[in-house]
């Protein structure tokens, strides 16, 4: 009993011992590794979609973090690209990281945590990780809200301004755009004739000095300006009204500007109906040019079709004709309606129309386009002629014009919604293809030339059409991109999300639309000016159209 007692001791006395020597061992060391990451407001995805390009990184950490390791070991990249500036705040175990400069709108990021991050202890992580970042827009309100009723007051007279201050000092003419010196531009002169108008019925100018700002460019035209057979160059010098060749050949004559800058002035001479001098004088002058217009001319030698060029060094070089469907109808109706030098119908049927097969009758979106090529085209198409033309109520055997428009601009829209280029950016809130500037160069865009580039005026002059859509894209352009695209002169021509690319430049014939179009849609102004000449009603009438107010 007493060996079975010691011998029980002694084990007892080995059990406590090695219990004790178990207790006294260091605990393993605990893994240094990323616990979770934070990226304005969404935690611990693998990927991080549509973040706002004022993006802020929380990083937290198992163990506090060796601030000597964390710039070398977290870094930020634009896929495929070089790294970008970033700052970094350290606070024991969490890491906040910013970019210096915001990142780009829809671009793809990584964030990646490489394995020679270290903590405070001396360890190295445990692994590295990688994060997928994409990035949409900064949605925060650039501008604050307004009602729509002031914001579109507020778009027409920050845009008009494009017109009276780059108004050419001598000729008053429109500059081609807002670095042209002195090259001002035929038809979107007429655009700015349009666009003072409307300045003047909304208070941004007095009627007088939009007066004497068209007799300005009116006596230039009429005294100065070099003219063919009655019609004038697609650029002018504004200081000598000598022609400014737009391309080699053409160096003469341009029928569809002089078109464009006569719809302003036929406007110009309905709204200045008073019977004092100044207005009877201004009437009077444009009447002149008006009827100097030789129209039937440019039928090159009789042709049943008008064509667009005539230069007195290469004649009729160019060689295009002015056939449908595009932005042209103008030419065609001012031409029939010329109380001096008119065309007969059949040239408008057999030259504009092609004798009917200027139609498409296809449908896109499940919408039905009558006219013009797949897709509608670029919807400068719907607006140029349209500035003065009412398509409300305007119909022929071949469609009616407002269907026509509404259609195509809805196509564009709906094309750009689709997207199926995959263009960054294109939403219901963002759309609108047309000719302008892009990232790439001038190009009449469309559904069938997409290049990612779109311009607030193809959105914003389809307003009569598409007023739901337009207001959508309007809120978008000015308080969601306003502090890249909105300026001193409206907004800026053109943007291309996918290359973070926006104009610095303004064009006049995309800043008139704007202007004009959005006051037919409140008012119908321009079109009803325009459609009161007696003489475009008989042009109208002459060409098969009918029209009801």
């Excluded at 207790?23 to 605990?30: H, I, R, W």
């Excluded at 445990?126 to 994060?131: D, H, T």
């Excluded at 109808?329 to 040239?347: E, F, G, R």
């Excluded at 475009?536 to 107010?549: D, E, I, M, P, R």
């Amino acid at each position: 009993m007493k060996r079975f007692l010691h011998l029980f001791f002694i084990y007892t006395t080995l059990c406590v011992l090695l219990s004790c020597e178990k207790n006294t061992e260091e605990p393993a060391t605990k893994l240094f590794q990323i616990e979770s990451v934070e990226i304005n407001g969404i935690k611990n995805s693998s990927s991080f979609n549509d973040i706002s390009p004022d993006i802020i990184i929380s990083l937290i950490f198992s163990d506090n973090v060796k601030t000597s390791t964390v710039e070398k070991n977290i870094t930020l990249a634009k896929t495929a690209g070089s790294n970008v500036a970033l700052t970094y705040t350290t606070d024991k175990n969490t890491v906040i990281i910013k970019p210096v400069k915001e990142l780009s709108p829809y671009a793809d990021y990584q964030l990646v945590i490489n394995t020679g991050l270290k903590s405070e202890s001396g360890s190295l992580i445990a692994s590295g990780k990688v994060y997928s970042i994409s990035t949409g827009i900064n949605p925060t309100d650039k501008f604050p809200r307004i009602s729509d009723d002031e914001l579109l007051t507020l778009v027409q007279k920050q845009t008009f301004k494009y017109f009276w201050d780059f108004g050419h000092p001598t000729s008053g003419m429109a500059r081609e755009r807002s670095t042209s010196g002195n090259t001002v531009t035929t038809g979107g002169t007429g655009f700015g004739v349009m666009s003072m108008i409307v300045a003047a019925e909304r208070g941004f100018i007095t009627k007088n000095e939009a007066l004497e700002r068209i007799q300005k460019i009116v006596t230039f035209l009429d005294t100065k300006t070099t003219k063919y057979h009655g019609t004038f160059a697609h650029w002018i010098n504004g200081e000598t009204g000598a022609t400014m060749p737009f391309s080699t050949y053409d160096n003469g004559a341009d029928l569809v500007e002089t078109s464009l800058l006569f719809q302003g002035l036929l406007t110009a001479k309905q709204y200045f109906s008073a019977t004092n001098i100044e207005e009877t004088k201004l009437r009077n002058d444009i009447t002149r040019l008006w009827e100097a217009i030789e129209w039937n001319w440019f039928q090159k030698n009789n042709e049943n079709v008008l064509y667009w060029h005539w230069s007195p060094q290469y004649s009729w070089q160019m060689n295009l004709k002015i056939s449908g469907w595009n932005e042209c109808l103008i030419t065609y109706v001012l031409a029939a309606s010329s109380p001096t030098y008119p065309i007969s119908k059949q040239v408008y049927t057999e030259g504009w129309t092609r004798n009917g097969s200027f139609t498409n009758g296809a449908t896109y979106y499940n919408l039905k386009l009558p006219l013009g090529p797949a897709y509608g085209g670029p919807l400068f198409f719907a607006h140029y002629s349209f500035l003065g033309i009412n398509p409300n109520g305007l119909s022929d055997t071949y469609t009616n014009y407002f269907e026509q428009n509404k259609n195509h601009s809805l196509i564009n829209y709906n094309y750009c919604v689709e997207n199926p280029k995959k263009q960054s950016g294109y939403s219901a809130n963002c759309w609108g293809l047309t000719a302008s500037d892009g990232n790439s160069g001038y190009s009449a865009h469309s559904p069938t030339n997409d290049k990612g580039v779109i311009a607030p005026t193809a959105a914003l002059a389809s307003f009569p059409y598409t007023p739901k859509e337009s207001l959508a894209a309007l809120h978008f352009f000015y308080y969601k991109l306003g502090d890249k695209l909105w300026s001193n002169y409206g907004f800026l021509d053109a943007f291309n999300l996918s290359e973070n690319w926006f104009n610095n430049q303004y064009i006049a014939i995309n800043q008139g639309p704007i202007i004009i179009m959005i006051e037919n849609y409140r008012t119908g102004l321009l079109w009803e000016l325009f459609m009161s000449n007696p003489e475009v009603q008989s042009g109208l009438s002459k060409l098969g159209f009918s029209y009801t107010k």
